[in-house]
């Protein structure tokens, strides 16, 4: 059953984050550009950033729950360079029986560099199964900001 609440802050397109991204040297490969392992860790960097908006962390394992990648599928379209300025964005594009879909861009001038469709589940880490239920029923509330 999809979480309505939820639902609604999809189609408003409210679960959305942009943020710059720093190129540091370590992220260079022997090529001269970013190692395509490094826009996997940039992805998870985006990703945190849009679950803090769901649910801080830090209370998602207070109910003994965490966030997990059950699929990755990553396209690299243009490289980076340790001079470049890379801008990442993601958004939740839905949450349908317990799998959040989430649609990631890196964007270089203005122009996708890599694009990502990752889903996730929530774990409960007592009994390693993946949670299937309605979101709230884990004590998460939408606040008066529209965010859970």
């Known amino acids: 059953m999809r979480d309505e609440p939820l639902s609604q802050l999809i189609k ?3 679960l959305f984050v942009e943020a710059h991204i720093p190129v540091n040297t370590y992220d260079i490969d022997v090529a001269g550009h970013v190692n395509n392992i490094v826009y996997i860790r940039w992805l998870e960097d985006l990703r945190n950033k849009l679950f803090s908006q769901i649910h801080p ?6 109910t003994n729950h965490y966030p997990v990648v ?4 990553v396209k690299y379209k243009k490289q980076i360079k340790l001079s470049d300025k890379p801008v990442g964005r993601i958004f939740l594009e ?14 270089l001038n203005n122009h996708i560099a890599f694009t990502a469709i990752q889903k996730c589940v ?3 880490l007592s009994s390693h199964k993946m949670f299937k239920g ?11 900001e529209g965010v859970l």
């Open 12 to 14: 408003a397109k409210s």
């Open 57 to 62: 962390l830090e209370k998602l394992l207070e």
């Open 70 to 73: 059950i699929s990755c599928d």
């Open 94 to 107: 839905n949450y349908i029986h317990g799998v959040f879909t989430l649609k990631a861009e890196i964007l």
């Open 122 to 124: 929530l774990m409960d």
């Open 134 to 144: 309605n979101i709230h029923d884990i004590g998460m509330h939408i606040n008066n």
